[in-house]
């Protein structure tokens, strides 16, 4: 199911069916979806495929990304800076980046997004990783621990 219909992207756009040829309409929602995806993580898919309704975030972000590749595919001709929907998708790849990091929530899903962080400081060995018969016992490991 893809986060939006064509007749989301004609409104966007302000334009007829009869100015945008349908297999140039049908590729820039499949190419916006993807996009979506890539970005997402497999929980938030999960998440968001699960959903009845695609959230108005998502769907709203779908329209730009894909009335950029129809206005696009309609003028590439023309120079990107004086496209506005060159802007209006640079700030949807933006948001897709600030939902996939966690900073910006879809309403209706509540998940925990974000890369699992380590670190290595301080770190004391509980175990001799050294071969077996130079493993010790810590006498005063009870003390050590009372220290930290």
Same mark, same amino acid.
């Given at each position: 199911?893809?986060?939006?219909?064509?007749?989301?992207?004609?409104?966007?756009?302000?334009?007829?069916?009869?100015?945008?040829?349908?297999?140039?309409?049908?590729? /820039? %929602? =499949? !190419?916006?979806? *993807? @996009?979506?995806? $890539?970005?997402?993580?497999?929980?938030?898919?999960?998440?968001?495929?699960?959903?009845?309704?695609?959230? /108005? %975030? =998502? !769907?709203?972000? *779908? @329209?730009?990304? $894909?009335?950029?590749?129809?206005?696009?595919?309609?003028?590439?001709?023309?120079?990107?800076?004086?496209?506005?929907? =060159?802007?209006?998708?640079? @700030?949807?790849?933006?948001?897709?980046?600030?939902?996939?990091?966690?900073?910006?929530?879809?309403?209706?899903?509540?998940?925990?997004?974000?890369?699992?962080?380590?670190?290595?400081?301080?770190?004391?060995?509980?175990?001799?990783?050294?071969?077996?018969?130079?493993?010790?016992?810590?006498?005063?490991?009870?003390?050590?621990?009372?220290?930290?």
């Amino acid at each position: 199911m893809a986060f939006c219909e064509d007749t989301d992207v004609l409104t966007n756009l302000n334009i007829s069916a009869t100015e945008v040829p349908s297999a140039l309409l049908a590729k /820039a %929602i =499949i !190419k916006a979806d *993807a @996009e979506i995806r $890539a970005a997402f993580s497999s929980d938030l898919l999960a998440a968001l495929d699960a959903l009845e309704t695609t959230p /108005a %975030i =998502i !769907k709203s972000l *779908a @329209e730009d990304i $894909a009335s950029y590749f129809v206005m696009r595919g309609l003028y590439s001709g023309r120079s990107p800076s004086i496209n506005e929907w =060159i802007d209006k998708y640079k @700030e949807a790849i933006k948001a897709l980046e600030k939902i996939a990091e966690g900073t910006l929530q879809i309403e209706g899903i509540t998940l925990k997004v974000g890369n699992v962080q380590s670190s290595t400081k301080d770190y004391k060995r509980t175990f001799d990783e050294r071969d077996e018969t130079n493993w010790e016992t810590d006498s005063n490991k009870i003390e050590d621990l009372a220290n930290d």
